[in-house]
Every structure is written in C-alpha cells, then in structure tokens.
C-alpha cells in the first residue's frame, strides 16, 4: 500500500537534507523518538509501532527514511523538486502488504499528518532550531 502527504513549502533537495536528519527527528516528528545515540545513518527508535533501527538515507531530491526491522517494510520518503508540483515536498509512505487493519491505516495516516505538521514547522520562516545536533 502507499501513502501520500503534500505539504506546500519551496525548499530544496539541499535544505531537506541539511534539516531533516536523523539528529532532528525530535523537532519534526513527535511520533518517533531516539532511544539510543544516533550512528552515521540510524538509530534506535521507539514510536507507536514499536522499536525498529531507523535509517535514513539521501534520494533523488531528498531523503528516504526506513523502519529496517518492521514486518511491514514501513518506508518513506521526503522529496522535493518534481513535475507537476515542483514547490511542494512531497511525503510518500509505503508498506509491503495490500491490506491491512482499519486501525493501522489509522495510525499511518496520524503519522502522516504529524510528519507533515513538523516539516511545516521546520520550514516556517523566521523558526531558529538547532541543526545538527548530538
């Protein structure tokens, strides 16, 4: 199954990657937090779904993000830059399966939602957050 969120901010490949990293995460997603130090491209995260490794990792015009133990192969990416709306980022989710739960797809969509609320947040003007922090 896929999902997918629009949130409607001009940025680019460059800022995604420079503001939403791993080091981050806690700025932008108040569903997943670090439970141990960040390791060049993971960390241990723990969430709704559980605790899972969290990688993330730089994709044509941004940033791919995966749960590497999760049984639904929960993925998604950040992106910015293409046709036909360039000027939005573009969040896509995608899991292995062709069903599921009503309250799954609930608890996708609710982590859709915060995502895109945290990148708003991130990319409102005149916001100072710490970049890059450990």
């Not at 969120?5 to 700025?27: C, D, G, H, P, Q």
């Not at 709704?48 to 999760?70: D, I, M, N, Y």
């Not at 062709?98 to 990148?119: R, S, V």
Request: aromatic residues 12%.
């Amino acid at each position: 199954m896929e999902f997918f969120k629009y949130v409607t901010v001009n940025t680019s490949e460059a800022e995604l990657r420079s503001l939403l990293t791993l080091e981050n995460l806690s700025i932008y997603s108040s569903e997943l937090f670090p439970l141990e130090k960040i390791e060049d491209d993971r960390v241990r995260i723990g969430g709704v779904w559980g605790e899972f490794t969290l990688t993330s990792h730089p994709v044509a015009g941004g940033l791919r993000f995966a749960l590497q133990e999760c049984p639904n192969a929960l993925t998604w990416t950040i992106t910015t830059g293409f046709p036909p709306e360039p000027e939005v980022i573009v969040i896509h989710l995608t899991i292995n399966r062709k069903q599921k739960e009503q309250d799954f797809l609930e608890e996708i969509e609710e982590f859709m939602e915060d995502l895109a609320a945290g990148i708003m947040k991130v990319f409102t003007p005149g916001r100072t957050y710490l970049i890059n922090y450990q």
